[in-house]
């Protein structure tokens, strides 16, 4: 059984820094793309960030760039997004999502996922 376990959400003023993790087990996170996506309060499910090692690739949402930074770590089998210089706007449930095709900004789309991970809300404070 596939699961994506994501950490590290929880409250930061605005300009503060955030770490999430996610944790796959039933699947090596080498062999997907994998990555983030976010979803605010009446606004659909964002692809903003992914990373794929073969070939190696990874996507930013231009809302995100330069202030996350994703990464992957194969030993421990998890995928980080570091947050940094935070908004208001950021605000959000953060998914961590798998696909069965390196990543791609184009296919990084909600209904491209092969699983998904329960979430773990960010609020950035004005």
């Known amino acids: 059984e596939v699961q994506l376990v994501e950490s590290g959400g929880g409250l930061v003023h605005t300009g503060g820094s955030l770490n999430l993790s996610c944790a796959a087990s039933?699947?090596?996170?080498?062999?997907?793309?994998v990555g983030w996506f976010r979803q605010a309060p009446g606004k659909e499910r964002e692809g903003i960030i992914c990373?794929?090692?073969?070939?190696?690739?990874?996507y930013y949402v231009d809302s995100v760039k330069g202030r996350f930074t994703i990464s992957s770590d194969s030993a421990k089998n998890t995928v980080n997004l570091q947050m940094t210089s935070l908004k208001p706007e950021d605000t959000a449930v953060y998914y961590c999502?798998?696909?069965?095709?390196?990543?791609?900004?184009?296919?990084?789309?909600?209904?491209?996922?092969?699983?998904w991970g329960k979430g773990t809300l960010v609020t950035v404070s004005s």
């Open positions: 999502a798998a696909d069965n095709w390196p990543c791609h900004g184009s296919f990084w789309t909600a209904k491209n996922m092969d699983y």
């Open positions: 039933g699947l090596f996170v080498g062999d997907y793309g």
């Open positions: 990373i794929s090692s073969s070939p190696r690739n990874s």
